[in-house]
């Protein structure tokens, strides 16, 4: 069963920077395609950033030129460093893969950005 671990919420003020991390077990990581979703109260799962395994990343216009996704093959781990946070970036943030068209999902970390 793939596991995927959150770590790294927290409050931060507007401005601030965050950096969330997503440990990945029983997969073959370097092959796979790492992706950050956030879910706001009463809204839906957006996709925030995607990484492949070459290292290439996409971003959701709304995050664009804030975040930035990586990866350490060597750690089995993505990272997502969040930086000049706004209250509208309040939400859980989920890690997530799909391996043989399962989508596997983290238990997600809180993230509150607020004065």
């Known amino acids: 069963q793939v596991q995927l671990v959150e770590s790294g919420g927290g409050l931060v003020q507007p401005g601030g920077s965050l950096r969330l991390s997503c440990a990945a077990s029983r997969i073959i990581f370097s092959i796979s395609v790492m992706r950050w979703y956030r879910q706001a109260p009463g809204k839906e799962r957006e996709s925030v950033a995607t990484?492949?395994?070459?290292?290439?990343?996409n971003y959701a216009n709304s995050v664009k030129g804030r975040f930035i996704i990586s990866r350490d093959n060597a750690k089995n781990t993505v990272y997502l460093q969040m930086n000049s946070l706004k209250p509208e970036d309040t939400a859980v943030y989920y890690c997530?893969?799909?391996?043989?068209?399962?989508?596997?999902w983290g238990q997600g970390t809180q993230v509150t950005v607020s004065s």
């Open positions: 990484i492949s395994s070459g290292g290439s990343s």
């Open positions: 997530n893969t799909i391996v043989s068209g399962i989508n596997y």
